[in-house]
């Protein structure tokens, strides 16, 4: 967890709560033990949050992947196929493993919390709508071959989260290959594949 004097009293509430659920689980961590790991009371914890759930919530709402990967498609695409794509790649990868503790949680905990598992839906979904989009436009664009961007989307989708989880626990099962091969030679796989 940061130390750094200048987060927010919600921002080391909800660092503290990711690196002891991450360790102990969501049913081994009180919120007691979160308020004091972040130096705070529990009576703030509370005043902030209301309950450990609504804690652990706004920890994954705020520490995942959506608004950044939306700001990406937003403001730095070049509309050249295999740019943007190791583009949207490299990024994806840089949230997720920035991120790792929090995914963690969110696959271990899903069914212990109700309406967990329907919040753990809604980034990957949103990330699905805007490639979707982006392979649509593409096409209009005379720059992808016709195509179904929904499948195309999940392809691309599923690739870079099959190999964010290869990864997962730190010891890889493809040692042989790295991230950085993986992204570069899937992207160049895929912008043969779909440019006309």
């Known amino acids: ?39 705070l009371s529990e009576k703030t914890l509370f005043r902030h949050f209301g309950s450990k759930q609504n804690l652990l919530e706004s920890a994954f709402d705020r520490f995942h992947y959506t ?11 070049v509309w050249d196929l295999q740019t943007d794509l190791l583009l949207i790649s490299r990024t994806y990868h840089e949230i997720m493993n920035k991120n790792r503790k929090m995914i963690l949680i969110s696959i271990k905990e899903e069914d212990n919390l109700p309406g967990f598992r329907e919040r753990k839906k809604k980034p990957p979904l949103q990330l699905f709508e805007i490639l979707t989009d982006y392979f649509t436009v593409m096409f209009a664009k005379g720059k992808l071959i016709k195509t179904n961007p929904d499948v195309q989307a999940f392809s691309f989708m599923a690739m870079n989260y099959g190999a964010f ?32």
């Open 1 to 39: 967890m940061s130390s750094s004097k200048n987060l927010s009293t919600s921002d080391k509430l909800l660092l503290a709560a990711i690196d002891l659920i991450a360790e102990k689980g969501y049913k081994g961590v009180t919120t007691q033990e979160i308020a004091i790991a972040a130096g």
């Open 67 to 77: 608004e950044e990967m939306t700001k990406l498609f937003n403001e730095k695409l």
């Open 165 to 196: 989880l290869n990864n997962l626990d730190s010891v890889s099962d493809f040692p042989s290959v790295s991230l950085e091969e993986f992204i570069m030679e899937s992207v160049q796989t895929f912008t043969r594949a779909l440019t006309p």
